[in-house]
C-alpha cells in the first residue's frame, strides 16, 4: 500500500484558507509523505453559487507559500461535468440512480405524516417520479455501511435509514458533493482520504456510490475539527480569521491540535521533514 499511496487535499473555495481547513491541509499532506505517497489539491468548485475563483487563488497561494506542492495536475470540479454526467447515466441504466419530482415542500409534508426527520428522503419516487423529473437520487438499501477509520475506528452507518436515497444531481442543475467527490477520487487514482471529522457522515454515502460502481474504495482517516469559542465548526461563514502571515507559526497551532508538540523551523519544508517522522511513529507507518 505504501507505495502506491495517493492522497489530496480537496477544498471548497467558498472563502480563503482558515485555521480548520489548515489542519486539513496539513495532516494529509503529512500522511502523504510519510507513506512516501503523492499529495494531489483538488478545488471543489462544483457549487458555483458558493464558491470564487478569487478564493480559490487565494487558497492555492497560500499552499504555494506553506511549499505544500501538488504531485500532479490540479482538478478543477467546475471542468469535470461531462465525466460526472457520463458516471450519472451509467449508474441510471444500473438502476441505481433514479429521477425523482418531490419539492422539498413534498417531503416535509411527507415527513410530518410519517414522524420521520424532516430531511430524511421518504422514498415516495422509487417507483417511478409522480410528475416532472427535478433532481436524481441514488437508491440506498437496508444494510449498514461499515468501515475502519484510522483516527477513530470502527464506523456504521445504514444509509436509507440515517438519510435515505440521497441527491447525486441536485434541482438546480449541479452535481452533488457526495457524487463529485468519488468520481474524482476514484479517477486520480486516491487511495487514502484525510480530511476533518464532520464529512465522516457523508462517508458511507460516498462507499455506497464505490460499491455500486464497484470501484476500489479508499481508506480514511478524519481528523478531529477545529471549533470555536461557541463549540462549532470553525468555517468561513462561521466567521473564521484568515491565516496570518506568521505561516511556521499556523502550522504549529495545526500541529498541536493534531496532538504533536511545537516544531522549531527554518522555513515549511524543513517543518515538515521533522513532522512525517513523529507523525511515522504515532501512525506506525514503514519509515
Ligand atoms: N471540499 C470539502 C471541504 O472543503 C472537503 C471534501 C473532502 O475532503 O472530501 O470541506
Request: net charge neutral; hydrophobic share 35%.
Amino acid at each position: 500500500m505504501t507505495e502506491n499511496y495517493i492522497g489530496r487535499f480537496a477544498p471548497s473555495p467558498t472563502g480563503l484558507l482558515h485555521a480548520g481547513s489548515l489542519v486539513a491541509a496539513l495532516a494529509s499532506f503529512i500522511d502523504a509523505k510519510a507513506h512516501h505517497g503523492k499529495w494531489l489539491i483538488r478545488i471543489e468548485d462544483v457549487d458555483q453559487t458558493r464558491c470564487k475563483k478569487e478564493w480559490a487563488e487565494g487558497i492555492l497561494s497560500v499552499l504555494d507559500r506553506l511549499e505544500m506542492k501538488s504531485d500532479g495536475p490540479i482538478l478543477w470540479q467546475s471542468q469535470r461535468t461531462d465525466r460526472y454526467l457520463e458516471v450519472i447515466d451509467q449508474l441510471i441504466a444500473q438502476k441505481k440512480v433514479y429521477g425523482c419530482s418531490c419539492t422539498r415542500h413534498t417531503i416535509e409534508k411527507e415527513n410530518v405524516r410519517l414522524g420521520a426527520p424532516l430531511n430524511h428522503y421518504p422514498g415516495t419516487c422509487r417507483q417511478g417520479p409522480h410528475g416532472a423529473i427535478r433532481s436524481w437520487r441514488f437508491l440506498t438499501n437496508d444494510t449498514p455501511i461499515t468501515f475502519t477509520d484510522r483516527w477513530s475506528g470502527h464506523y456504521s452507518q445504514n444509509v436509507e435509514k440515517a438519510v435515505g436515497d440521497f441527491v447525486v444531481k441536485r434541482a438546480d442543475g449541479l452535481f452533488a458533493y457526495q457524487l463529485a467527490v468519488v468520481i474524482d477520487d476514484h479517477d486520480s487514482g486516491v487511495t487514502d482520504i484525510v480530511r476533518g471529522a464532520d464529512l465522516i457522515d457523508n462517508t458511507p454515502r460516498q462507499l455506497a456510490i464505490y460499491r455500486a460502481l464497484g470501484w476500489e474504495e479508499p481508506t480514511y482517516m478524519h481528523i478531529p475539527l477545529v471549533l470555536n469559542d461557541r463549540h462549532e465548526k470553525l468555517s468561513k461563514q462561521g466567521g473564521a480569521r484568515p491565516l496570518s502571515e506568521n505561516l511556521l507559526e499556523e502550522l504549529n497551532h495545526a500541529w498541536h491540535h493534531l496532538g504533536f508538540a511545537p516544531i522549531s523551523a527554518k522555513n515549511p519544508t524543513d517543518f515538515y521533514n521533522q513532522a512525517i517522522p513523529l507523525w511515522q511513529n504515532r501512525f506506525q507507518i514503514a519509515k
